[in-house]
């Protein structure tokens, strides 16, 4: 059996995936489809794929195939729609997995395959050791690793499949259009809500600051608990945002937390979902801000702890005016200019409470 050096140990307790990547012969199936077209799904396959996705995994296939066979023996089976961006082809299955890693916009540490064949578990293993590899002989062990079992089941979750499908329709509208990008938002007809977190909003609100670490100003993660006290602190301000346009919802892709004091307001964490990176909604969330506490008449501070993936909330931080007042190790401490009032781009309607 082949393992990657995530597939055991502590690393492989706390990484938890956002999609599995399935090799199709003797792996979903039993049997080679080129050699045999009556091949059979193999035993509990149904349900592995059904669970993964009601906990919000996504799936996809890396399969050397012929992608006309593959695609119809899936309609036949009833399976086609669980699969994005499946990559059926001859390339090697490194290439296969940086595609749909590509397509979905997740990192590839989020990403685990499963393969029946040693060789391709090795390629993968070797040229990005960050994905988790699993042999196909434990299938029916998928569901009792913790690294597929999420903390809670949010709705969110529960419509992730939906949500990719949408953001599909979309991406397809976008080719498409004629004209500038600006035009093309407005065609879209978003409405951004930013609202106080409530109790019902917390297990979603945990379940992005595990998940999002891209587009993120800290990397900070809460526990529920931790936010259920943010909730009732009077020194803490918790926010949401969530996304919907004339394709459907994005649900719940942002959270804000600010620890407040007399003068000096403190931005602890700022993050959204990379579905959402070329809408602007981050400046959008950022400029709501600087509008609250210029109300309060407070000073606005925000941290900012850098790594190698989050790059685009420094700049989007810049970009709103924040300029660097203080250099702690690994975190860096910036303050908004408030001397301007902040506005919002008209393609998107603003729907906030505070």
Known sequence: MVQSKFETGLAAEQKKIKCLVWDLDHTLWHGVLLEDDNVKLRENVVNVIKTLDSRGILQS???KNEY???????QELGLTEYFLYPQIDWNPKSQSLKAISDALNINLDTIAFIDDQPYELEEVAFTYPEVLT???DRLNEILEMKTFTPTFNTEDSKQRRFMYLSDLQRKVAEEEYMGPQESFLASLNMVLSIVPASAE??????EL??????????GYTYSYEELEGFLRSSQHKLFVA????????????????IEITENVWNLKLLLMSCRVMSRGVGSIMLNYIMQLAQKNNVRLL?????????????ITLKMAGFREVANEGNKEVLEAGLSRSPSFPDYVKIHVTE
């Open 61 to 63: 296939i890396a399969s």
């Open 242 to 257: 969530s996304l919907d346009d004339k394709f459907g919802t994005y649900g719940k892709i942002g959270l804000v937390l």
């Open 68 to 74: 006309g066979q593959v695609m119809e023996k899936l």
């Open 302 to 314: 925000a941290e900012f702890i850098r790594n190698d993936r989050n790059r685009m909330m420094y």
């Open 201 to 206: 909003d917390l297990q979603r609100a945990e």
């Open 209 to 218: 600051t595990v998940r999002t670490n891209q587009l993120n100003t800290t």
């Open 134 to 136: 699993i042999n196909a």
